[in-house]
C-alpha cells in the first residue's frame, strides 16, 4: 500500500472547503450559519439578565425565588416546622433569637426566539431571512452555552410554530437545524396575531427575542404585547441596506411581495432622501416606544458581519456579555 | 399690445396637449420590494401622477406652460407703437474720413457715429427704407432703400475710417439724389462735422447731424521729405509738425531709417502752429525713412509718415543739336545728370538712344523717333510728334493752366518768342504753354507710353534763357519726362491714382501694399509702358514688383549694382565720365503713400448746424404733407421675449437634472470635508446616504 505524498496531503488540505466550513456539522445545519471559530467565541458570551428570573429547573441565574445557593440574601425569624439546619447559630449565641438564613435560589433562563418567518424577509441584499437566522443561531448558542433554555418560533401567518424547548451546548446543532429549516411563509403575515400565538406558549418570565423587520402595519401592538408578558425583550430589527437607502429611480410601480398591492411612485434624488430621512424618524418612533416599554431595541442592517453584531453591538447594548 | 402675426397665437392651442400629457398615467416599470408599507406610510407624496382625474401641481408644468405662452408670443411677433421721428424713406451718411478716427470718444469716433445712427434707427416709421452712404474719398452706396435692418446693420459695420479727406460734398449731392427719389426723405449725417460744408450744395431733404467727437488734441506730421545734396554724399530730411490744438504740446519726433532709430528731437509747440525740422547727415545705405511722433494724441493716423529715398540715380541725356549753350548750361546743372552730345548728321543707327534716359532733338527730327523719353524743340517738320503747320512770328502767350506742375516755380508772364514752330496738337498731348491763339508753345504727353514733350520754339529765338524762369522749366521738363518712367519718389496722397511704369519686357506688376497684400496689375492696353494703381487707400510702404522678368526679388531701385548692357557710343559733352551709378530698370521700386492733410488732422468737432442748413425745409410730422400719414415706429420686443424663454429653459434644465446637481454638490462638499448627510437617528447603526455604517 502506498503512503500518501506530501504533494497528496497538501491536495487533501487544499480540497477542504475555503471559509472555515465545519465539517462535523449535520447535513440539516445551513453552513452559511456558523462555523467552528465563530462557535468558539460564542461560548465565552451570555445573554445578560437585568432583573431576576422565574425559571423551572435549577439553573445559573439569580432566582426570585430563596434556595439552596451558597450565596446568602437575607434572615427571618424561625417559624415551626422551618429545617433546623438553617438556623443561624451564631446569631442566636449573641442576641439569643432564633433566625433562619435565606439563600438565593439559582434557576434556568428561558430564551424565547422568535424568527420572523414572513415573504417580506426573504427580499433585500443581502436576505434578511438568512441574517435572522444567524443572528438567532448566534444568540440560541450563547443560552445554550451558558446551560439556558432555549425555545425557537417563527412567525409565519398568523400562527407562530415553536420547536421543542432545547437545554445544554449539546442541543447546538438540533438549534441550528430547526433555524436551517424556516422557510419563508407564503401569504400575508399578520405579526400581532403572530407574537400573541407564540406567546402564548411561553411560560414564566425570560428572554423574548424578536427579531424582524417589522413591516407590518401592526409592529407597535407587537411590541407592546411583547413588553407586557413581563420577560425581558430585545428586538432586532433588521432591515435590507436597499431599504435603508434605496437606489430606485423614476416612475416605478412597486408590488409588496406579501400582499401583491401596489404603489405607484416617482422617485428621484429629492425623493428618496426624504423617504430616508423618514425611515430614520420611524426608527427613531420604535426606539422611542421600546425605551418606553423598557425593550432592547436595535436596529440592524443586514449586511452587518455578524461578528460585529454579535461582538460589538450587542455588547455594546448590554444584550450579551 | 399689437402683433405682427396675431394668427401664431394659435400655438396656445398647445396648452391643453402640455395638460394632458401631465394627466396622462406614465407607463411605469414594475419592481417587486419587499413592502410597500414604506412606500405607503412614507411615500404618499412621491405618488406623482394618477391617471387622468388628477392633476398634481408640478413647477415644471408651470414653467411648460408659460414657456408655450412665451414661444406663441414670439411667434406673433409682438411690438409697441410710438410717434415716428424720422421721414419715410432715410438716408444715413456715415462719415469715413480720417478724422473719424480719432479716439475722443471710445472706441472712435466712427464707431461711436454707427452706434449713434443704429439707435436714431429705431425711430424709423413701420416699413421704413434705410439708404447707407459711406462717405470716404469716393462716396459709394452700401446699402440702397432697404426696409431689412439687419442689412442696415451689417452695411454700417462694413464702413471702415480711411485715411483720406472724404468727398463730404459728393456724399452729400448722392444722398440729396436718393432722397429726392421718395416723397417723404431724410438724410441723417453722422459725422464730426470737421469739414467745411460745401458751398453751393442743397439737398433736396431735411438733413439732420448726428454729431459726435468733443476734443481737438492732435499734433500731426505734415510734411516729410527727404533731398539729396548736389553732391549726392549726403541726404537731409525735412519734417514739419503741427499742433492744432489749442493747448501748447510737447512733442518728440523720431526719425527711423529702414526700421532703426536714426535720431530724435524734442519739440515744443505753440498752439495752433507749426515746427519744421531738418535733419542732415542721414546715412547713405537707409533706403525708406519713417517720422514717427511719440506723443499722445487723440488721432493716430497722423502721427507716423514715411518717405523713400529717391535713388540715386544718375540721368543720362543726349543733347541731338548744332550746339546751343544756353540749353547745354542749363542740362549741365542738373543734379545726378550727364549730358551727351551728338549733332544731327552724326545721329544715327549706331548711337544706341535706348541707353539714355531722356534723348533731346534741338531743331532736328530722325526719321524713327527712339523708345525712351523725348523732348523735341522746334521740330522742323511733321513727323509723330505733331504736324507743324507753319511759323509763328512773335506769338502773344495764352494763360496757361494755374497748376500746372510743369510751371511750378516759373513765371512766364515776361516771355517774348521771336519765332516758334506752328504745331496742331496731337491727340495724345495736352498743352502746356499756349498762345492767345490757342496754338501749342509747349506740349507734351505719353505718346504710345512714351513720356513725349514739344517745345515749339528754340530757347535762342526767344528771352527765356535770360530769365530765371529757364533752368526751372528745364529741371521740370526733364523730370517730367524721366520721372514719368519711374516711380513717383514724392509722397502719394491716400486715395489718389499712381502712375506706375512697366519695364520693357514685363508683362505687368505686382504691388505689395503695407498690410502685405499684394495686387497684380496689367497695363491698360496690350504693350503699355504704364499701370495705374488706385488702391492707395493704406498709409506707408508700397512696393512695385515687375511679373515676367525673374527679377523679382531684387533690391529696391537705387542700390547701386546695375550697370548698362552697353556704353553710351556718343562722346560726352561733359568731361566727367560716365558713373556707375546706373539703376536696373527691372528691379523693384517704393514708393509712400502719407496723409498730410492739415484738415484732416484738425479734428477739432465742426458746425453741426452749418450742414443742417444744407438741407431743404423740415417736412416732418405736424407740417403736413407726407409726414401726416407716416406710420409709426414700432419697438419689437422679442428680444425680452426670447431672453425670458432662454430663462425658463435653463430653469427647467436645473429642475430636470437637480439630482446630478445635488450630487456635484454633495461630491464638492465631500471634497472639501464638509458633511453633507443629515445626522442619522440616535442610537442607529444604519448606513446613511454615501456614507458606509
Same mark, same amino acid.
Given at each position: 500500500?502506498?503512503?500518501?505524498?506530501?504533494?497528496?496531503?497538501?491536495?487533501?488540505?487544499?480540497?477542504?472547503?475555503?471559509?472555515?466550513?465545519?465539517?462535523?456539522?449535520?447535513?440539516?445545519?445551513?453552513?452559511?450559519?456558523?462555523?467552528?471559530?465563530?462557535?468558539?467565541?460564542?461560548?465565552?458570551?451570555?445573554?445578560?439578565?437585568?432583573?431576576?428570573?422565574?425559571?423551572?429547573?435549577?439553573?445559573?441565574?439569580?432566582?426570585?425565588?430563596?434556595?439552596?445557593?451558597?450565596?446568602?440574601?437575607?434572615?427571618?425569624?424561625?417559624?415551626?416546622?422551618?429545617?433546623?439546619?438553617?438556623?443561624?447559630?451564631?446569631?442566636?449565641?449573641?442576641?439569643?433569637?432564633?433566625?433562619?438564613?435565606?439563600?438565593?435560589?439559582?434557576?434556568?433562563?428561558?430564551?424565547?426566539?422568535?424568527?420572523?418567518?414572513?415573504?417580506?424577509?426573504?427580499?433585500?441584499?443581502?436576505?434578511?431571512?438568512?441574517?435572522?437566522?444567524?443572528?438567532?443561531?448566534?444568540?440560541?448558542?450563547?443560552?445554550?452555552?451558558?446551560?439556558?433554555?432555549?425555545?425557537?418560533?417563527?412567525?409565519?401567518?398568523?400562527?407562530?410554530?415553536?420547536?421543542?424547548?432545547?437545554?445544554?451546548?449539546?442541543?447546538?446543532?438540533?438549534?441550528?437545524?430547526?433555524?436551517?429549516?424556516?422557510?419563508?411563509?407564503?401569504?400575508?403575515?399578520?405579526?400581532?396575531?403572530?407574537?400573541?400565538?407564540?406567546?402564548?406558549?411561553?411560560?414564566?418570565?425570560?428572554?423574548?427575542?424578536?427579531?424582524?423587520?417589522?413591516?407590518?402595519?401592526?409592529?407597535?401592538?407587537?411590541?407592546?404585547?411583547? !413588553?407586557? *408578558? +413581563? $420577560?425581558? =425583550?430585545? @428586538?432586532?430589527?433588521? %432591515? #435590507?441596506?436597499?431599504?435603508?437607502?434605496?437606489?430606485?429611480? /423614476?416612475?416605478?410601480?412597486?408590488?409588496? !411581495?406579501? *400582499? +401583491? $398591492?401596489? =404603489?405607484? @411612485?416617482?422617485?428621484? %434624488? #429629492?425623493?428618496?432622501?426624504?423617504?430616508?430621512?423618514?425611515? /430614520?424618524?420611524?426608527?427613531?418612533?420604535? !426606539?422611542?416606544?421600546?425605551?418606553?416599554?423598557?425593550?432592547?431595541?436595535?436596529?440592524?442592517?443586514?449586511?452587518?458581519?455578524?461578528?460585529?453584531?454579535?461582538?460589538?453591538?450587542?455588547?455594546?447594548?448590554?444584550?450579551?456579555? | 399690445?399689437?402683433?405682427?402675426?396675431?394668427?401664431?397665437?394659435?400655438?396656445?392651442?398647445?396648452?391643453?396637449?402640455?395638460?394632458?400629457?401631465?394627466?396622462?398615467?406614465?407607463?411605469?416599470?414594475?419592481?417587486?420590494?419587499?413592502?410597500?408599507?414604506?412606500?405607503?406610510?412614507?411615500?404618499?407624496?412621491?405618488?406623482?401622477?394618477?391617471?387622468?382625474?388628477?392633476?398634481?401641481?408640478?413647477?415644471?408644468?408651470?414653467?411648460?406652460?408659460?414657456?408655450?405662452?412665451?414661444?406663441?408670443?414670439?411667434?406673433?411677433?409682438?411690438?409697441?407703437?410710438?410717434?415716428?421721428?424720422?421721414?419715410?424713406?432715410?438716408?444715413?451718411?456715415?462719415?469715413?474720413?480720417?478724422?473719424?478716427?480719432?479716439?475722443?470718444?471710445?472706441?472712435?469716433?466712427?464707431?461711436?457715429?454707427?452706434?449713434?445712427?443704429?439707435?436714431?434707427?429705431?425711430?424709423?416709421?413701420?416699413?421704413?427704407?434705410?439708404?447707407?452712404?459711406?462717405?470716404?474719398?469716393?462716396?459709394?452706396?452700401?446699402?440702397?432703400?432697404?426696409?431689412?435692418?439687419?442689412?442696415?446693420?451689417?452695411?454700417?459695420?462694413?464702413?471702415?475710417?480711411?485715411?483720406?479727406?472724404?468727398?463730404?460734398?459728393?456724399?452729400?449731392?448722392?444722398?440729396?439724389?436718393?432722397?429726392?427719389?421718395?416723397?417723404?426723405?431724410?438724410?441723417?449725417?453722422?459725422?464730426?462735422?470737421?469739414?467745411?460744408?460745401?458751398?453751393?450744395?442743397?439737398?433736396?431733404?431735411?438733413?439732420?447731424?448726428?454729431?459726435?467727437?468733443?476734443?481737438?488734441?492732435?499734433?500731426?506730421?505734415?510734411?516729410?521729405?527727404?533731398?539729396?545734396?548736389?553732391?549726392?554724399?549726403?541726404?537731409?530730411?525735412?519734417?514739419?509738425?503741427?499742433?492744432?490744438?489749442?493747448?501748447?504740446?510737447?512733442?518728440?519726433?523720431?526719425?527711423?531709417?529702414?526700421?532703426?532709430?536714426?535720431?530724435?528731437?524734442?519739440?515744443?509747440?505753440?498752439?495752433?502752429?507749426?515746427?519744421?525740422?531738418?535733419?542732415?547727415?542721414?546715412?547713405?545705405?537707409?533706403?525708406?525713412?519713417?517720422?514717427?511722433?511719440?506723443?499722445?494724441?487723440?488721432?493716430?493716423?497722423?502721427?507716423?509718415?514715411?518717405?523713400?529715398?529717391?535713388?540715386?540715380?544718375?540721368?543720362?541725356?543726349?543733347?541731338?543739336?548744332?550746339?546751343?549753350?544756353?540749353?547745354?548750361?542749363?542740362?549741365?546743372?542738373?543734379?545726378?545728370?550727364?549730358?551727351?552730345?551728338?549733332?544731327?548728321?552724326?545721329?544715327?543707327?549706331?548711337?544706341?538712344?535706348?541707353?539714355?534716359?531722356?534723348?533731346?532733338?534741338?531743331?532736328?527730327?530722325?526719321?524713327?523717333?527712339?523708345?525712351?523719353?523725348?523732348?523735341?524743340?522746334?521740330?522742323?517738320?511733321?513727323?509723330?510728334?505733331?504736324?507743324?503747320?507753319?511759323?509763328?512770328?512773335?506769338?502773344?502767350?495764352?494763360?496757361?493752366?494755374?497748376?500746372?506742375?510743369?510751371?511750378?516755380?516759373?513765371?512766364?508772364?515776361?516771355?517774348?518768342?521771336?519765332?516758334?514752330?506752328?504745331?496742331?496738337?496731337?491727340?495724345?498731348?495736352?498743352?502746356?504753354?499756349?498762345?492767345?491763339?490757342?496754338?501749342?508753345?509747349?506740349?507734351?504727353?505719353?505718346?504710345?507710353?512714351?513720356?513725349?514733350?514739344?517745345?515749339?520754339?528754340?530757347?535762342?529765338?526767344?528771352?527765356?534763357?535770360?530769365?530765371?524762369?529757364?533752368?526751372?522749366?528745364?529741371?521740370?521738363?526733364?523730370?517730367?519726362?524721366?520721372?514719368?518712367?519711374?516711380?513717383?519718389?514724392?509722397?502719394?496722397?491716400?486715395?489718389?491714382?499712381?502712375?506706375?511704369?512697366?519695364?520693357?519686357?514685363?508683362?505687368?506688376?505686382?504691388?505689395?501694399?503695407?498690410?502685405?497684400?499684394?495686387?497684380?496689375?496689367?497695363?491698360?492696353?496690350?504693350?503699355?509702358?504704364?499701370?495705374?494703381?488706385?488702391?492707395?487707400?493704406?498709409?506707408?510702404?508700397?512696393?512695385?514688383?515687375?511679373?515676367?522678368?525673374?527679377?523679382?526679388?531684387?533690391?529696391?531701385?537705387?542700390?547701386?549694382?546695375?550697370?548698362?548692357?552697353?556704353?553710351?557710343?556718343?562722346?560726352?559733352?561733359?568731361?566727367?565720365?560716365?558713373?556707375?551709378?546706373?539703376?536696373?530698370?527691372?528691379?523693384?521700386?517704393?514708393?509712400?503713400?502719407?496723409?498730410?492733410?492739415?484738415?484732416?488732422?484738425?479734428?477739432?468737432?465742426?458746425?453741426?448746424?452749418?450742414?443742417?442748413?444744407?438741407?431743404?425745409?423740415?417736412?416732418?410730422?405736424?407740417?403736413?404733407?407726407?409726414?401726416?400719414?407716416?406710420?409709426?415706429?414700432?419697438?419689437?420686443?422679442?428680444?425680452?421675449?426670447?431672453?425670458?424663454?432662454?430663462?425658463?429653459?435653463?430653469?427647467?434644465?436645473?429642475?430636470?437634472?437637480?439630482?446630478?446637481?445635488?450630487?456635484?454638490?454633495?461630491?464638492?462638499?465631500?471634497?472639501?470635508?464638509?458633511?453633507?448627510?443629515?445626522?442619522?437617528?440616535?442610537?442607529?447603526?444604519?448606513?446613511?446616504?454615501?456614507?458606509?455604517?
Amino acid at each position: 500500500m502506498e503512503r500518501p505524498t506530501p504533494e497528496a496531503g497538501n491536495a487533501a488540505r487544499t480540497a477542504r472547503p475555503s471559509g472555515g466550513r465545519p465539517a462535523f456539522l449535520p447535513s440539516a445545519v445551513d453552513p452559511t450559519v456558523f462555523d467552528e471559530d465563530f462557535l468558539r467565541r460564542l461560548q465565552r458570551l451570555a445573554v445578560l439578565v437585568k432583573l431576576p428570573v422565574r425559571g423551572g429547573l435549577k439553573g445559573g441565574r439569580r432566582s426570585v425565588k430563596r434556595g439552596q445557593s451558597v450565596e446568602f440574601a437575607d434572615y427571618r425569624d424561625y417559624t415551626l416546622g422551618d429545617d433546623l439546619r438553617q438556623l443561624d447559630w451564631n446569631v442566636y449565641a449573641r442576641l439569643e433569637k432564633l433566625l433562619v438564613k435565606l439563600f438565593i435560589e439559582e434557576e434556568d433562563l428561558t430564551v424565547t426566539l422568535l424568527v420572523d418567518g414572513s415573504a417580506s424577509m426573504a427580499h433585500g441584499s443581502p436576505d434578511k431571512l438568512v441574517f435572522a437566522k444567524r443572528a438567532a443561531a448566534a444568540l440560541g448558542y450563547i443560552a445554550l452555552a451558558a446551560e439556558d433554555r432555549v425555545v425557537l418560533a417563527s412567525l409565519g401567518g398568523r400562527a407562530a410554530r415553536r420547536r421543542a424547548a432545547l437545554r445544554g451546548s449539546g442541543r447546538a446543532f438540533r438549534l441550528l437545524a430547526d433555524l436551517s429549516a424556516i422557510q419563508p411563509a407564503a401569504g400575508v403575515t399578520d405579526l400581532v396575531a403572530a407574537c400573541r400565538h407564540a406567546l402564548a406558549q411561553v411560560t414564566g418570565r425570560g428572554v423574548i427575542v424578536l427579531i424582524s423587520d417589522l413591516l407590518d402595519p401592526g409592529a407597535e401592538r407587537a411590541l407592546r404585547d411583547l !413588553a407586557g *408578558t +413581563g $420577560s425581558e =425583550v430585545i @428586538v432586532l430589527h433588521v %432591515l #435590507a441596506p436597499d431599504e435603508l437607502n434605496p437606489t430606485l429611480d /423614476g416612475d416605478l410601480r412597486l408590488v409588496d !411581495a406579501e *400582499t +401583491g $398591492s401596489t =404603489v405607484d @411612485v416617482t422617485l428621484d %434624488l #429629492a425623493a428618496r432622501d426624504r423617504y430616508t430621512e423618514r425611515v /430614520g424618524a420611524w426608527q427613531v418612533e420604535l !426606539a422611542a416606544l421600546a425605551a418606553k416599554r423598557r425593550i432592547a431595541y436595535v436596529p440592524l442592517a443586514s449586511d452587518v458581519p455578524l461578528a460585529d453584531l454579535v461582538f460589538a453591538e450587542l455588547r455594546r447594548r448590554r444584550v450579551v456579555g | 399690445m399689437p402683433f405682427a402675426a396675431p394668427l401664431a397665437l394659435l400655438g396656445l392651442a398647445f396648452l391643453p396637449l402640455v395638460v394632458a400629457f401631465w394627466m396622462l398615467k406614465l407607463r411605469r416599470t414594475e419592481r417587486t420590494v419587499s413592502s410597500t408599507l414604506l412606500w405607503q406610510r412614507f411615500g404618499e407624496d412621491l405618488q406623482a401622477n394618477a391617471p387622468w382625474q388628477r392633476l398634481r401641481r408640478s413647477f415644471l408644468l408651470l414653467l411648460q406652460l408659460l414657456l408655450v405662452i412665451l414661444l406663441a408670443f414670439l411667434a406673433a411677433q409682438p411690438f409697441v407703437e410710438r410717434p415716428a421721428t424720422l421721414a419715410r424713406d432715410l438716408v444715413v451718411v456715415v462719415d469715413a474720413s480720417a478724422s473719424m478716427a480719432a479716439t475722443d470718444v471710445a472706441p472712435s469716433r466712427l464707431e461711436a457715429a454707427k452706434a449713434l445712427a443704429l439707435d436714431a434707427l429705431r425711430d424709423l416709421p413701420a416699413g421704413g427704407r434705410v439708404s447707407v452712404v459711406a462717405a470716404g474719398a469716393t462716396p459709394r452706396v452700401v446699402a440702397n432703400a432697404t426696409a431689412d435692418m439687419g442689412r442696415v446693420r451689417v452695411a454700417l459695420a462694413g464702413i471702415t475710417a480711411t485715411p483720406a479727406s472724404a468727398d463730404m460734398g459728393e456724399a452729400l449731392a448722392l444722398a440729396s439724389a436718393l432722397a429726392a427719389r421718395a416723397g417723404d426723405a431724410q438724410v441723417l449725417v453722422a459725422t464730426d462735422a470737421a469739414f467745411s460744408p460745401p458751398k453751393g450744395l442743397e439737398v433736396a431733404a431735411p438733413v439732420t447731424v448726428l454729431q459726435v467727437g468733443r476734443e481737438r488734441k492732435n499734433q500731426a506730421i505734415v510734411a516729410f521729405a527727404v533731398r539729396s545734396a548736389p553732391t549726392a554724399v549726403t541726404r537731409s530730411v525735412f519734417i514739419s509738425v503741427a499742433n492744432l490744438d489749442l493747448e501748447p504740446a510737447d512733442e518728440r519726433v523720431e526719425l527711423w531709417g529702414d526700421g532703426r532709430l536714426l535720431e530724435a528731437r524734442d519739440l515744443f509747440l505753440d498752439p495752433v502752429s507749426r515746427a519744421d525740422i531738418g535733419i542732415d547727415d542721414v546715412p547713405l545705405d537707409v533706403r525708406v525713412l519713417e517720422a514717427r511722433l511719440a506723443g499722445d494724441d487723440q488721432l493716430a493716423l497722423d502721427d507716423r509718415a514715411w518717405a523713400v529715398v529717391p535713388p540715386d540715380r544718375l540721368l543720362r541725356i543726349l543733347l541731338v543739336s548744332e550746339g546751343d549753350p544756353y540749353l547745354e548750361t542749363a542740362l549741365s546743372f542738373l543734379p545726378n545728370a550727364e549730358l551727351y552730345g551728338v549733332t544731327p548728321a552724326d545721329y544715327g543707327t549706331g548711337t544706341k538712344p535706348e541707353l539714355f534716359d531722356l534723348v533731346i532733338f534741338d531743331a532736328a527730327l530722325p526719321a524713327t523717333l527712339p523708345r525712351v523719353p523725348t523732348l523735341a524743340i522746334a521740330p522742323p517738320r511733321s513727323g509723330p510728334l505733331g504736324t507743324v503747320t507753319g511759323t509763328l512770328e512773335d506769338p502773344a502767350l495764352g494763360r496757361p493752366t494755374p497748376d500746372e506742375p510743369l510751371l511750378r516755380y516759373v513765371d512766364l508772364t515776361t516771355l517774348h518768342v521771336a519765332q516758334a514752330a506752328r504745331l496742331s496738337l496731337p491727340a495724345w498731348a495736352r498743352t502746356v504753354v499756349p498762345t492767345a491763339a490757342g496754338d501749342p508753345l509747349l506740349y507734351t504727353g505719353s505718346r504710345d507710353g512714351v513720356a513725349t514733350g514739344v517745345l515749339a520754339f528754340e530757347p535762342r529765338r526767344s528771352d527765356l534763357p535770360l530769365q530765371v524762369a529757364f533752368p526751372i522749366l528745364v529741371s521740370n521738363l526733364v523730370g517730367e519726362l524721366v520721372g514719368a518712367s519711374r516711380a513717383p519718389t514724392a509722397a502719394v496722397a491716400p486715395g489718389s491714382l499712381v502712375s506706375l511704369p512697366i519695364p520693357s519686357g514685363a508683362t505687368g506688376l505686382r504691388v505689395t501694399r503695407p498690410d502685405a497684400t499684394t495686387l497684380d496689375l496689367a497695363p491698360a492696353v496690350t504693350g503699355g509702358a504704364t499701370a495705374t494703381f488706385a488702391a492707395t487707400e493704406q498709409l506707408g510702404i508700397y512696393t512695385v514688383t515687375p511679373l515676367g522678368l525673374g527679377g523679382a526679388g531684387r533690391a529696391p531701385s537705387g542700390s547701386p549694382g546695375g550697370s548698362p548692357a552697353a556704353s553710351p557710343t556718343a562722346a560726352p559733352a561733359s568731361s566727367a565720365p560716365p558713373s556707375p551709378l546706373v539703376v536696373d530698370p527691372s528691379a523693384p521700386v517704393q514708393f509712400a503713400v502719407d496723409l498730410f492733410d492739415v484738415g484732416e488732422s484738425t479734428i477739432a468737432p465742426g458746425s453741426a448746424a452749418a450742414v443742417e442748413r444744407l438741407g431743404s425745409a423740415v417736412t416732418g410730422n405736424g407740417a403736413g404733407g407726407a409726414g401726416n400719414d407716416r406710420p409709426p415706429a414700432r419697438d419689437d420686443l422679442w428680444i425680452p421675449l426670447a431672453a425670458i424663454a432662454l430663462a425658463f429653459l435653463v430653469l427647467e434644465a436645473i429642475i430636470v437634472q437637480r439630482d446630478a446637481l445635488v450630487r456635484m454638490r454633495r461630491w464638492l462638499a465631500g471634497r472639501l470635508g464638509r458633511g453633507g448627510a443629515p445626522a442619522p437617528p440616535a442610537g442607529s447603526t444604519l448606513p446613511r446616504p454615501g456614507r458606509p455604517a
